[in-house]
Each structure stands twice: as structure tokens, then as C-alpha cells.
T-cell receptor, first 114, second 113 residues
Framework: AQSVAQPEDQVNVAEGNPLTVKCTYS??????LFWYVQYPNRGLQFLLK??????LVKGSYGFEAEFNKSQTSFHLKKPSALVSDSALYFCAVRDDSSASKIIFGSGTRLSIRP | DGGITQSPKYLFRKEGQNVTLSCEQNLNHDAMYWYRQDPGQGLRLIYY???????QKGDIAEGYSVSREKKESFPLTVTSAQKNPTAFYLC????????????FGNGTRLTVT
């Protein structure tokens, strides 16, 4: 069965500094990995997804994610944080064995201070 | 504009009553999902459906039921057997490509007193 972990409930970063939101996963086959962002009282918005063969993928709003197969990680990154990046971020995974089942991490609240 | 519509946005019910949450999509997606969101617990999968007239239990299906009579619609019924029904419920859909992301509705906040 697949699983995904986001070890940090909250990440605090000063505006202009780089940010990293961590995600590790466990799947029985090939991983299909995604990052989403959620603003208060709204649904989730897609940010980016892992593309096979690309260890660094770029997505919306200047975000990117680094895939590491040996560490089974897919960390979300941004070189320079903005206050408007403050939101709840979720990592999600689906795998080959049950491709329709999509599992989410517990979420990481990102807080960017001016 | 294509998208997913969840209604109502806020729903209040008395304990012991069943309640049905609506989810409609016009994206022509085959697969649809229901998730429950509680503070600090992220999203937990309730039910999902890959095709009309077929659906599977997720990780927390007890106390919930669904139907998929039409491709566009995937209503969720929260029954009186659900012990802690107060939560934020999110509906999502995607196509058959495993690399395709989910598209989410804006959620229904259910409060049961």
C-alpha cells in the first residue's frame, strides 16, 4: 500500500529566503507524485507533478520540486519566498498497483514573515 | 468554464440525520473522489469511483455511502452511523492518465450538532 509523510507541521521562513517543504513516500511500483496548495476554506490547487526522468521539476508560482529515488523524497522548494506563499501545502502519491487510489500527506503550513 | 461544483458550501444538521453532499463535474473525467479534511490530519480518502456504476471504499468509508449513476455526479451521503461527521468535505476528479492531477471543488463544511 502506498503512503506519504510530511514530517513538518509548520515551516517558517523570512520573505526573500529559500524555502523547502519536505515529503517522503512509499509505493510498491512507480511513483506518481504531486504537490498541491490550499488557501483558507478552499479546495486544493495543483502546483506540480513528478515527471519520470526529471529530478527537478518546475511548477506554478515559481515552485519546483526535487525528486530523490534513493531517499524516496519529493521535496517542494522555492528560491525566494513571498508573503503570498503562506498557505497549506500537501504532497500526494499514487502508484502502479492501485493507480486510482490517491493518498495525501498530513499537510505543512508554510508561514512567510515580511 | 470547466470545473467541479460542490454544494452547499455550508451545511448544518442535527445528530441522527442523514445528509447528502453534492458533487458535479463538467470536465468529462472518469474518476471521482471524496476526501475528508480535519485539522492536523490532512486529507483522508472516503470513497472513489473510476467509472459509472462502480466505486471503491477508501481508508475511512464507515458511516458513508456514495452512488455513481452518472459520469458527472458523485454524491456522498453522511449517515447517522458516522460517529464524528463534522468536517470539511472535498470532492475531486481526474482522467484515466496516472500522471494527471486531481481537480478539486471548493468543499462543503458540514456541522452536526
Amino acid at each position: 500500500a502506498q503512503s506519504v509523510a510530511q514530517p513538518e507541521d509548520q515551516v517558517n521562513v523570512a520573505e526573500g529566503n529559500p524555502l523547502t517543504v519536505k515529503c517522503t513516500y512509499s509505493v510498491s511500483g512507480n511513483p506518481y507524485l504531486f504537490w498541491y496548495v490550499q488557501y483558507p476554506n478552499r479546495g486544493l490547487q495543483f502546483l506540480l507533478k513528478y515527471i519520470t526522468g526529471d529530478n527537478l521539476v518546475k511548477g506554478s508560482y515559481g515552485f519546483e520540486a526535487e525528486f530523490n529515488k534513493s531517499q524516496t523524497s519529493f521535496h517542494l522548494k522555492k528560491p525566494s519566498a513571498l508573503v503570498s506563499d503562506s498557505a497549506l501545502y500537501f504532497c500526494a502519491v499514487r502508484d502502479d498497483s492501485s493507480a486510482s487510489k490517491i493518498i495525501f500527506g498530513s499537510g505543512t503550513r508554510l508561514s512567510i514573515r515580511p | 468554464d470547466g470545473g467541479i461544483t460542490q454544494s452547499p458550501k455550508y451545511l448544518f444538521r442535527k445528530e441522527g440525520q442523514n445528509v447528502t453532499l453534492s458533487c458535479e463535474q463538467n470536465l468529462n473525467h472518469d474518476a471521482m473522489y471524496w476526501y475528508r479534511q480535519d485539522p492536523g490530519q490532512g486529507l483522508r480518502l472516503i470513497y472513489y469511483s473510476q467509472i459509472v456504476n462502480d466505486f471503491q471504499k477508501g481508508d475511512i468509508a464507515e458511516g458513508y455511502s456514495v452512488s455513481r449513476e452518472k459520469k458527472e455526479s458523485f454524491p456522498l451521503t453522511v449517515t447517522s452511523a458516522q460517529k464524528n461527521p463534522t468536517a470539511f468535505y472535498l470532492c475531486a476528479s481526474t482522467d484515466r492518465n496516472r500522471n494527471s492531477p486531481l481537480h478539486f471543488g471548493n468543499g462543503t463544511r458540514l456541522t452536526v450538532t
